[in-house]
């Protein structure tokens, strides 16, 4: 940590590794290190809201995104860089505060999650590196008495066109700076083509790696400032209790114990150092008023979902053509066929525990931490503390995994409040058996689809019956009313597939455990149950899954996709004796992509042979980091498949560790290919949350093909299965 007087050795090779060349990664985050590093460059100056550069020739991206592992701390910076022809080893990139300059400009709101940061800023920040390069341009034209349009940028120089570098007529961006901040901005600056990309379409080396592998990156819990204390938190193990009554005595004689202080549905324990804090609180003598909740279990849950799936309230959110209900389809088609699928509870389980350092005074309130819900935590934070919302800063660290957890402010309005209790900064941590008892789940889905098929098995029509908790609640509820959610109905409300007629019925179930987003949002579950159905349908027509699928298809994208994965998996070839090969296709975060899995069973162990995926995301702006998000989120997607699983007694979860809930291990990872088709940047998806999202249904539609046995519910541990 730096202090006024000392530079720490986590300075001193974070500072040495930026020196070395390659860009330059600044957090943001830490004033003292921020501005120790300053005094050794020249004065940045703004161009606009996301671009600075200084007279040394640093340019500095402000980003609004957080870096989770999903490699935006990469491509971010060289999208600005690519449109302002920068040097890329001279680039520098740092998280911007909150405000409204960063909000995600398709719903102007401020957060990292649902596969946006490319999404939304692609043509956002071209926008920004256009500007500024045309800005520096008209600079670097107007002192050499010249038209701009006989300069260009590249490598962090103006260069005058007719003579070039050779005969000296060129300028470093640091030496025009200042007179390009007084041009006037374009209001339409001219893009560059494709065919102009030197480091956009190419992998480029992971910027976050090497601090990473050096132990210099700064997640959360590097975090510390000085005079910072330290808090360990129990929160009532009922979803929805609250503190009874606590006895402070019973734990302040004990070693570097400070306080226990009250928090929202717990208490804290605050100690010099976290271990002490944390046995402290073991030895605290606490008890807890379990709610409304106490009687919640998974059998009672399944009744729950059960009743509301048999009931007749339900809200109509989509229809095509006659739009005819599953009950009202016999007699109207030739067969009618129906199935019920169901996905499981899960939990976010980052490995960074969820910790949030706090200071909260008269004056104001800063926190630090992995946030990838800077503007909601603000927002919290104002209202808990009665402050300004300018009075709460939000510092963001690097992020230990997020999966959209970090979304919610629980934590960080935890140690605030502490902060303020104790009067000086606080790192509030919770253990892994917190974490785990106080997630806020991925919701439990339940699915009914019918089809009406004509005689050759074609489907007419579907109707499709969801019943889902809430999954935006807690991160977006103006987008929640009484009986909609929107995430819920991902991957349902636009499908590829033509069938003429089509309806989608959901029930918003009110459950008294809490839930949120997770990675795949609704697009996970439903495409499960759309996908195992449509193969369900194609084997009932006696026809080729990957033909049944082409046939259906109306999108020239998703056809090629489909078409790529069926070429490079060798469907078309008979799979190896014993062993099937499933097929999924969707479309989610905008991504076009198809999984196909080869795999084989014997005696309940699943052995994967291989996958094959491809995506179309537009342009895939780094082709080695879209492939990273692809195979890590089809590992994650095994553990969904076959493993991870929440469940609930007694009010209580149950599963408090990895011990209980699973995930897929490194010894279980099967040979995984990833392949890119580019369709154009009109298009551009997201990766980071796809990966998953068809891998499961494939899995289930493999152990079919593989077994003649349908598995429609997870995880397939349920069923006795286990991967090899």
Request: hydrophobic fraction near 40%.
């Amino acid at each position: 940590m730096i202090s006024e007087t000392k530079v720490s050795r986590r300075f001193f090779l974070s500072a040495a590794a930026a020196a070395g060349g390659g860009l330059l990664i600044g957090s943001g985050l830490e004033p003292e290190l921020i501005g120790a590093l300053a005094q050794t460059q020249a004065k940045d100056i703004p161009l606009n809201a996301w671009l600075r550069i200084s007279a040394d020739d640093v340019v500095t991206l402000i980003s609004s995104q957080s870096e989770m592992g999903q490699g935006v701390m990469t491509t971010l910076p060289a999208v600005l860089a690519e449109e302002l022809g920068a040097d890329w080893s001279r680039v520098k990139i740092e998280f911007s505060p909150v405000a409204p300059a960063y909000a995600n400009p398709r719903i102007n709101w401020q957060f990292t999650g649902n596969s946006e940061s490319t999404t939304a800023f692609f043509e956002l920040l071209r926008q920004m590196g256009a500007s500024a390069r045309e800005m520096i341009v008209a600079a670097a034209a107007k002192r050499w008495g010249v038209k701009p349009e006989e300069c260009y940028t590249d490598n962090g120089k103006v260069i005058h066109r007719p003579l070039g570098q050779l005969a000296g007529r060129s300028l470093k961006f640091g030496d025009v700076a200042e007179d390009a901040a007084k041009v006037t901005p374009p209001t339409s600056p001219k893009i560059k083509a494709e065919s102009e990309w030197k480091l956009l379409g190419k992998p480029l080396p992971r910027v976050d790696l090497p601090s990473k592998l050096n132990g210099t990156a700064v997640f959360g819990m590097d975090f510390s400032l000085p005079g910072m204390v330290h808090a360990a938190v129990m929160q009532s193990p009922v979803h929805g209790g609250a503190v009874a009554s606590f006895d402070k005595s019973s734990v302040m004689g004990m070693p570097g114990v400070i306080d226990v202080v009250p928090v929202p549905n717990g208490v804290a324990v605050v100690a010099g150092q976290y271990w002490q804090a944390s046995q402290a609180l073991k030895s605290l003598k606490v008890t807890f008023d379990d709610g409304p909740n106490a009687q919640v279990s998974a059998n009672s849950l399944n009744a729950q979902y059960r009743a509301a799936l048999g009931g007749n309230v339900w809200k109509t959110v989509k229809t095509e053509g006659k739009a005819v209900s599953g009950e009202a389809m016999a007699g109207q088609f030739a067969e009618v066929f129906s199935q019920e699928y169901e996905s499981q509870f899960l939990a976010h389980a980052t490995m960074e525990p969820m910790n949030c350092t706090a200071h909260t005074t008269d004056d104001g309130c800063t926190v630090w931490g992995p946030l990838q819900g800077p503007q909601l935590t603000q927002i919290v934070l104002a209202s808990a503390l009665k402050l300004p919302p300018e009075k709460v800063t939000i510092k963001r660290t690097l992020l230990g995994g997020g999966f959209g957890r970090r979304l919610i402010a629980d934590l960080p309005l935890q140690a605030a409040l502490i902060s303020r209790a104790v009067g000086k900064p606080v790192k509030a941590v919770w253990s892994r058996e917190e974490d785990m008892r106080h997630g806020l789940y991925r919701p439990a889905t339940l699915h009914r689809i019918t089809a009406g098929l004509d005689k050759a098995g074609n489907p007419e029509a579907i109707a499709h019956k969801l019943v889902s908790p809430s999954i935006l609640q807690y991160v977006y509820a103006p987008a929640v009313t009484d009986d909609n959610d929107p995430s819920c109905l991902e991957g349902l409300m636009e499908t590829h597939y033509a069938i003429p007629h089509q309806r989608v019925d959901f029930k918003l179930l009110k459950v008294g455990v809490p839930t949120s987003v997770l990675r795949t949002t609704g697009y996970g579950p439903n495409i499960f149950a759309v996908e195992s159905f449509i193969d369900e349908l194609a084997h009932k027509a006696k026809t080729d899954p990957y033909q049944f699928r082409r046939r259906l298809l109306k999108d020239e994208r998703a056809i090629k996709v489909l078409d790529t994965v069926v070429e490079k998996s060798g469907w078309r070839r008979r799979a190896p004796k014993g062993a099937g090969r499933g097929l999924a296709i969707t479309e989610a975060f905008r991504t076009h992509i198809a999984h196909i899995v080869e795999l084989s069973v014997k005696n309940n162990i699943v052995k994967i042979h291989r996958i094959v995926c491809v995506i179309d995301c537009g342009v895939a702006l780094d082709p080695e980091i879209c492939k990273n998000s692809i195979e890590g989120g089809t590992v994650w997607g095994l553990g969904a498949a076959f493993k991870s699983n929440i469940s609930f007694k007694d009010g209580r979860t149950v599963e408090a560790n990895f011990n209980g809930f699973r995930i897929a291990q490194m010894d279980e990872t099967p040979p995984i290919e990833v392949h890119i088709v580019n369709s154009g940047t009109k298009g551009m998806g997201g990766t980071g949350e796809v990966g998953p999202v068809t891998l499961i249904p494939a899995v289930a539609n493999a152990l079919f093909a593989a077994t003649g046995k349908r598995y429609r519910s997870l995880p397939l541990s349920r069923h006795g299965l286990k991967l090899a």
